[in-house]
T-cell receptor
Framework: DTAVSQTPKYLVTQMGNDKSIKCEQNLGHDTMYWYKQDSKKFLKIMFSYNNKELIINETVPNRFSPKSPDKAHLNLHINSLELGDSAVYFC????????????FGPGTRLTVL | AQKITQTQPGMFVQEKEAVTLDCTYDTSDPSYGLFWYKQPSSGEMIFLIYQGSYDQQNATEGRYSLNFQKARKSANLVISASQLGDSAMYFCAMREVMTTDSWGKLQFGAGTQVVVTP
């Protein structure tokens, strides 16, 4: 009965590699997000998609490319990984509108060596 | 500029006591939502409570209540009768009116680490 799921939960990789994180929600929401939580626990929005369309891109390096094949999925592909990309990445979803809470996935801990 | 300010980086509270976590926010939009999330050591983000800017009454959800003071732009979280399982990081967040610049994104404070002691 998982609402928002992410895979993988942990990702350890070398600098320069390309990796993807997958996110799926079964809540019927039409808006999905990627957030990054840094080592100081600060959470910041990266991207937002509404009905498969990119709405927010918070000046994230273009090495990060989100893709939304349908309303239930929002994947994050990262090219040429750098040490500074090490963080926890959260996917979230919500109904459209600022009155609705966002439901978060379990997070993916990315470690770049 | 920081939109959400949580001034308490960490606090200890004894089991069964109440604890208040401070949150102030900055917005010029008349319509916005305020949220509190809990992040235990296991890492997941758990939604706790929501307050809309037009809500007349303070939100409550079980042992959680939100002390909303609109004129002061504060949205403090009160946890009554603390339990050991309440030990976690708590984040205050705001979602402003939906425009192309801020479509539904949550802006988070830095968080408050709560440790509940027996």
């Amino acid at each position: 009965d998982t609402a928002v799921s992410q895979t993988p939960k942990y990702l350890v990789t070398q600098m320069g590699n390309d990796k993807s994180i997958k996110c799926e929600q079964n809540l019927g929401h039409d808006t999905m997000y990627w957030y990054k939580q840094d080592s100081k626990k600060f959470l910041k929005i990266m991207f937002s998609y509404n009905n498969k369309e990119l709405i927010i891109n918070e000046t994230v390096p273009n090495r990060f490319s989100p893709k939304s094949p349908d309303k239930a999925h929002l994947n994050l592909h990262i090219n040429s990984l750098e040490l500074g990309d090490s963080a926890v990445y959260f996917c979230a979803s919500s109904r459209t509108g600022n009155l609705y809470e966002q439901f978060f996935g379990p997070g993916t801990r990315l470690t770049v060596l | 500029a920081q939109k959400i300010t949580q001034t308490q980086p960490g606090m200890f509270v004894q089991e069964k006591e109440a604890v208040t976590l401070d949150c102030t926010y900055d917005t010029s939009d008349p319509s916005y939502g305020l949220f509190w999330y809990k992040q235990p050591s296991s890492g997941e983000m758990i939604f706790l409570i929501y307050q809309g800017s037009y809500d007349q009454q303070n939100a409550t959800e079980g042992r959680y209540s939100l002390n909303f003071q609109k004129a002061r732009k504060s949205a403090n979280l009160v946890i009554s009768a603390s339990q050991l399982g309440d030990s976690a990081m708590y984040f205050c967040a705001m979602r402003e009116v939906m425009t192309t610049d801020s479509w539904g994104k949550l802006q988070f404070g830095a968080g408050t680490q709560v440790v509940v002691t027996p």
